[in-house]
């Protein structure tokens, strides 16, 4: 459990390494369905592939829309946790397999926290959407997020 922790803290998302003070911009975009209890939900997210991409994430992002997130993609299921460092607004975090099921959910992420955030099991990508958000689609654990990365990527 304790080497757990530690590899989780290691890969500890938003560290302020190459942070700078203002949100990251020019990134790859995708379109990603989110299975829910209330339907599919739909997500136009910015796609952070790079240690350097993941490590700034949605910091100094003063709004995102309700509809609108980040996909934080691993490569590979690992243990990962995140942070709110210079993160202005709530999140979502969505902790999601290799097959693009749902592991857990944190809900409504406390702004600027630096308390990790850890992934209860290992995860290959982690789906960052405005707070409260997953509650409002009836987003749950067990449930399938569609996108490229999983290989079942929704219908154009």
């Not at 990603?32 to 739909?42: E, F, T, W, Y």
């Amino acid at each position: 459990m304790r080497r757990y922790i530690l590899a989780a803290l290691l890969l500890l998302c938003g560290c302020s390494q190459g942070a700078g003070g203002t949100p990251q911009t020019g990134l790859p975009r995708d379109h990603i369905v989110v299975d829910g209890r209330n339907g599919p939900a739909a997500f136009d997210v910015q796609m952070a592939t790079t240690n350097d991409t993941r490590a700034k994430g949605l910091m100094f992002v003063t709004a995102l829309g309700k509809h609108e997130g980040m996909l934080f993609d691993y490569g590979k299921e690992q243990p990962v946790a995140f942070w709110m460092k210079n993160t202005v607004i709530s999140l979502d975090m969505i902790f999601i397999k290799a097959d693009g099921t749902i592991s857990t959910i944190a809900e409504n992420a406390i702004p600027y926290s630096e308390a990790p955030v850890p992934s209860s099991e290992p995860v290959r990508a982690v789906l960052e959407i405005p707070g409260g958000e997953a509650r409002a689609q009836g987003i749950e654990a067990g449930g399938k997020v569609h996108a490229k990365i999983f290989g079942n990527a929704p219908s154009p």
